[in-house]
């Protein structure tokens, strides 16, 4: 359905030139969202998607074993769009204190998102709402490392921005003005928090869009406006733990994710958004699931490997289950953060080596770095670690 220009447009001056800034309407959308018989299929579909996901943890050992690398996947992917070249492998060297292969405000971007989303889950789980306040100090967070930590980290923007082009005269798209920020910003979260029974998953798409057309800091938008959806999820007990991100499908799928935004804005044409968003929900929340169960498969073969290793087994299980949560590790990381004395964790460390679990990659025989590349394989490629 086409409504028309979904906000006004207002003069401003950036940079010596006179652009049009828009500035959103209020939502929700009027008219309201046309859920047809299409639509419909599609929102159950990608809501019994959302709810097999959610019950990974009963396939999961420990649901902390896909956590910790998912979430860093998602971490990656989600800068990745913005530019980063730092891989999921160079995230856990970087975690290790290893030096990573790629520039350090990459690692670092990717590592503070990482913070961010734990920062935002956390004061959830504690009954923190929702709220602008909370979106600001997740910003804070993503930006206070790496090339965005002198762009007002925490703090909603003072000047103008504008998405596109070489200048504001040329710019693709013009946010609002600065002064427009905080009521935009408060519209939204009465919105995200109302409660007219309007589906989450609608909700989550259409404050998605609304943020990003707020633009509300100078630099970290796109990586904060994803985060949105994964906690607007767990806010609404969609979700118990962070594992869905649409970060992989909107890199797939570009083009048409800044087309459909461009849409939402000049025509109103909410609908074909939630249809893109919806199977990007169904197809992320599969993907997730499938991945979950591999890693099952992986962990439990391995694991039957390993007790039929002799007398090492102990302490090599001991190993892989840590891996299985923390898929590259050194000796010294394994007796400094969980007690064991160096020829203990040696020598389970040689075992799954000689197993053909784990790979060494330094190939020194000091300050050695062990990688679970089987596990990194099952998360996407693109994960190899390089020696």
């Not at 998953?201 to 404050?207: T, V």
């Not at 694991?303 to 190993?319: D, F, M």
């Amino acid at each position: 359905m086409k409504r028309g220009l979904t906000g006004r447009y207002r003069t401003t001056i950036t940079a010596g030139e006179r652009v049009q800034a828009f500035i959103p309407n209020t939502l929700p959308p009027i008219p309201a969202i046309v859920l047809d018989g299409k639509r419909q299929q599609l929102l159950e579909r990608a809501t019994l998607a959302l709810g097999r996901l959610d019950s990974v943890g009963a396939l999961l050992p420990a649901t902390e074993q896909l956590l910790y690398s998912y979430v860093r996947q998602e971490a990656v992917l989600s800068s990745q769009i913005e530019g980063t070249r730092s891989t999921l492998s160079d995230l856990l060297l970087f975690e290790l204190e290893q030096a990573p292969g790629t520039p350090i405000d990459d690692v670092l971007e990717v590592s503070s998102y990482v913070a961010a989303l734990h920062h935002g889950i956390a004061r959830l789980n504690d009954g923190f709402p929702l709220t602008g306040r909370l979106i600001c100090e997740m910003h804070a967070i993503l930006m206070e490392q790496g090339r965005g930590r002198n762009k007002l980290p925490g703090m909603f923007r003072r000047t103008q921005n504008w998405i596109g082009g070489t200048r504001p005269g040329n710019a693709h798209f013009v946010p609002p003005p600065p002064d427009e920020i905080a009521e935009c910003m408060s519209n939204l979260e009465k919105f995200i928090n109302d409660s007219d029974g309007l589906p989450i998953l609608l909700r989550a798409a259409a404050a998605h869009v609304q943020f990003e057309t707020i633009h509300p800091f100078l630099d970290g938008n796109g990586r904060i406006g994803r985060l949105l959806i994964t906690l607007l999820f767990v806010n609404h007990g969609v979700l118990k733990h962070p594992l869905l991100y649409l970060s992989l499908f909107l890199k797939q799928h570009r083009h048409t994710y800044y087309r459909l935004l461009d849409t939402v804005r000049m025509d109103g044409d909410w609908e074909e958004w939630i249809d893109f968003f919806l199977e990007g929900i169904e197809q992320t929340a599969t993907n997730a699931l499938i991945t979950a169960q591999k890693l099952v498969q992986l962990f439990n073969g391995n694991t039957a490997t390993i007790q039929k290793s002799g007398r090492s087994a102990t302490s090599a299980l001991r190993v892989h289950t840590i891996m299985c949560q923390r898929p590259i590790i050194t000796i010294r990381y394994l007796c400094q953060h969980h007690g064991m004395t160096f020829p203990t964790a040696s020598k389970a460390v040689d075992t799954l080596v000689a197993l053909g679990i784990l790979k060494e990659l330094t190939g020194q025989r000091r300050n050695r770095v062990f990688v679970y590349q089987t596990y990194l394989d099952v998360l996407g490629p693109g994960n190899e670690v390089q020696t």
